[in-house]
């Protein structure tokens, strides 16, 4: 990326474009198209079918049926439409500090969004508490009254919080028997950020909800303006094209390693690194006082993020405190860029470390403000012989009970239980 006097800084929060700034093949197929057709409302056009046949061709053989709009938030909120409209139910069960989206009922649904900004819940809303030894009668009682369960497959803005081993397994077994759906909306946690499917996003509002025929007939009369429109289809073709001919989606596994490998490696030495946490080219970093107590220190964060953009990288910082270093890079990012990125942020750490001392400051000054996140995600027996450092998103233990999946800006997908 550059500024307005032309310095060059590197990104590491660019995920919405898979394959980096301005790649010529998707900057060209965008120009072209604008020079053909650029909406076609109410009608189908040629980029849109070849573009829904692409992405359905990575799916399940039920999933068939496409809803194309406009972003995130407005997929979401369409999901929610059609579990409620197929379940007859109402209620959606989401996690603390998950973030759904912007629009009003999503918005609602995305406890982030309202406790950040102390906003007051215009949800009735109660805490689900599910205690192992009550877990038959927490089903028949979640039964009658779930419509949907969304949850991130990582939760990025809460801070990059990954589930405990076999968490989704777990609560899909459960959901067997309840006549509603699990949803996964990825935004910013996008699946070839875990190396999985392809799927496209560029910087067009290209938004999916992909289901089957029977789910989706009890949804009558949708339409949508822009949503499918040939530009943002086009665009969404040559994204595909790119990960696919250039190989990028094995770099969400290659390149993660090396970067999160060399995160842990600096770790050690520096007492206000609480943990390194991620997946694929999702990786969290946790700023805190000390190890031992392990409070956010988000000025501290805040410090981090202004050093490393003196020296020309940009990240992010998330999280409910604000304390944890967010990188989410594009495709294109290589093990050089990660090794650069590691070498600066243990500088700046140290010189932040440093000053801290020098000024005869305990570094519990840092995050006097504490705010706890008591992160209330559901309590699942694991299952014998499962490996603590294993995860439902490894790549030899594929989740197979998938009821409902649906990708925002690549792809979204809801999907029947298929057994």
Known sequence: MYDDTGNEYLDCIGNIS?????????????????GTLVASTGYLNEKSVEYAKRMIETLPEKLCVC????????????AVRLCRSYTGNHDVMVIDHAFHGNVSVIADLSPFK?????LEKKIGSMLYHFLIPTEVNTEKTLLILIAAFLCE??????????????????????????????????????????????ASRQWVSNGWVITSKEIADNLSDYTNTFGGNPVACSIGLAVLDVIQNEKLQSSAKSVGKCLKDGLKAIAPNHPMIGDVRGRGMIVGIEIVTDKESRKPAPEAADLLSHKLKENKIIIANEGQDKNVMLITPPLCFTCDNARHIVQAIDTALAEIEKGASEAGLNQSSFGENRMDIPLNILSMPATSGYSSEESDF??????KSVIVLYLIFEFYCLIQFLI
């Open 153 to 198: 497959p990582m939760m990025v803005t809460a801070g990059v919080v990954e589930y405990p081993p076999h968490f989704l397994s777990q609560t899909f077994r459960i959901r067997k028997n309840w006549r509603s759906f699990l949803g996964f909306p990825i935004t910013r946690c996008s699946s070839r950020h875990f190396s999985g499917r392809e």
């Open 18 to 34: 898979h394959v980096g700034h301005c790649h010529p093949h998707v900057t060209r197929a965008g120009q072209d198209q604008l």
């Open 114 to 118: 309202w406790q950040k900004l102390g």
């Open 394 to 399: 490894d790549s030899d233990h594929p989740n």
């Open 67 to 78: 809803f194309m709009v406009n972003s995130g938030s407005e997929a979401n909120d369409l």
